[in-house]
């Protein structure tokens, strides 16, 4: 039920900030990060600068960053205990995968949960 979404943006024509609506409406607690709007709300939701930096548990971590960045996503992702990383449409790394699964994570890649959220109604 909890989501932080990674390479949050303010900017309401961003794919980010769609996404967070969408998981909004749908009931999700939605924890935004980005190191350039730390502090700010976006959605009315505090905007962090890390995943270490949110007090509450986080079930799933969603990745809009590049691939090459991936990594250390998916490192924050295991240390703070999340179960689940998943990365955008188009954001695909592997060996970032095969980490967190062997930490336990699921891993869904290449994917997008407003879709996905939308396939169940």
């Known amino acids: 039920k909890t989501i932080a979404v990674v390479g949050a ?8 900030h769609k996404v967070m609506a969408a998981l909004i409406h749908h009931g999700y607690q939605i924890f935004p990060i980005n190191p350039h ?4 709300l976006i959605l009315g939701q505090n905007c962090y ?21 991936v990594m250390g996503v998916t490192k924050e992702a295991i240390a703070i205990e999340a179960s689940v990383l998943w990365t955008q449409l188009d ?14 994570l699921k891993v869904v890649m290449d994917r997008c949960p407003k879709i996905e959220l939308a396939k169940l109604y």
């Open 49 to 69: 600068a890390n995943l270490s930096s949110v007090s509450k548990k986080i079930d799933m971590v969603d990745v809009f960053r590049a691939a090459d960045v």
């Open 9 to 16: 943006s303010a900017n309401p024509d961003r794919d980010s």
């Open 91 to 104: 954001i695909i790394n592997k060996e970032a995968a095969e980490v967190a699964k062997q930490a336990g």
């Open 37 to 40: 709007e730390e502090g700010n």
